[in-house]
């Protein structure tokens, strides 16, 4: 089965903390694409990164960066000196060969920044 | 800001109506997936319009119907509305969408919909 695995529902830090959100997915095909999206309150999900099955490089983007582990099938956001504006869900997402494209989606973590 | 509008962005519905959302695509996408995103819970794939075609749906049930149009712009209608519709409804769009390409999806900003 597909599947995509946020075990963390919410996650509070403190400003300036460094945060790591973990996804875990399930699938059977050899091709696939991973994503991260975040979700403010307004509710627009706003892409961040896009990640085919076939690059395993770990990747950087200002405070954000992520690990994309094929052997733990794994795909972890962290983000370094979280800032109050960080404060939103994150959403971890799949899409394979046999969706048609589309995206089977984590539940989410909640993350909190406090300043 | 990803190009894609939706409309309404908030709506109230008495059980029993019907409803019908609307969606611009970001400009040259051909591509426009639907999603229900109930409170708490990840968005969950209603269907997708690949050049006006209907080309994958999710378990939704019939009441669930779409449209594309030539201009790529879609409308998602529910009809005989239930309370579990509440929900935020997400228009997606992308190019050439399909198993191969893993295009980037941009999403709208969502219509809310409440159903009493």
């Known amino acids: 089965a597909q599947k995509v695995t946020q075990a963390q529902t919410e996650i509070s830090v403190v400003e300036k903390e460094d945060v790591t959100l973990d996804c875990v997915y399930e699938?059977?095909?050899?091709?696939?694409?991973l994503f991260w999206y975040k979700q403010p309150p307004s509710g627009e999900l706003v892409f961040l990164i896009r990640?085919?099955?076939?690059?395993?490089q770990n990747e950087i983007s200002g405070r954000y960066s992520w690990n994309f582990q094929k052997s733990t099938s794994s795909f972890n956001f962290t983000i370094t000196a979280s800032q109050v504006v960080d404060s939103a869900v994150y959403f971890c997402?799949?899409?394979?060969?046999?969706?048609?494209?589309?995206?089977?989606f984590g539940k989410g973590t909640k993350l909190s920044v406090k300043p | 800001e990803t190009g894609v509008t939706q409309s309404p962005t908030h709506l109230i519905k008495t059980r029993g109506q019907q409803v019908t959302l609307r969606c611009s695509s970001q400009?040259?996408?051909?591509?426009v997936s639907w999603y229900q995103q109930a409170l708490g819970q990840g968005p969950q794939f209603i269907f997708q319009?690949?050049?006006?075609?209907?080309?994958g749906r999710g378990n939704f049930p019939p009441r669930f119907s779409g449209l594309q149009f030539p201009n790529y712009s879609s409308e998602l209608n529910v009809n005989a509305l239930e309370l579990d519709d509440s929900a935020l409804y997400l228009c997606?769009?992308?190019?050439?969408?399909?198993?191969?390409?893993?295009?980037?999806?941009?999403f709208g900003e969502g219509s809310w919909l409440t159903v009493v």
């Open positions: 997606a769009s992308s190019l050439d969408l399909d198993r191969y390409s893993g295009n980037t999806i941009y």
């Open positions: 699938t059977r095909d050899t091709t696939y694409y």
């Open positions: 990640r085919n099955s076939f690059d395993e």
């Open positions: 997402a799949l899409n394979y060969g046999g969706s048609q494209g589309n995206l089977i």
């Open positions: 400009s040259g996408h051909n591509t």
């Open positions: 319009y690949y050049r006006e075609e209907e080309n």
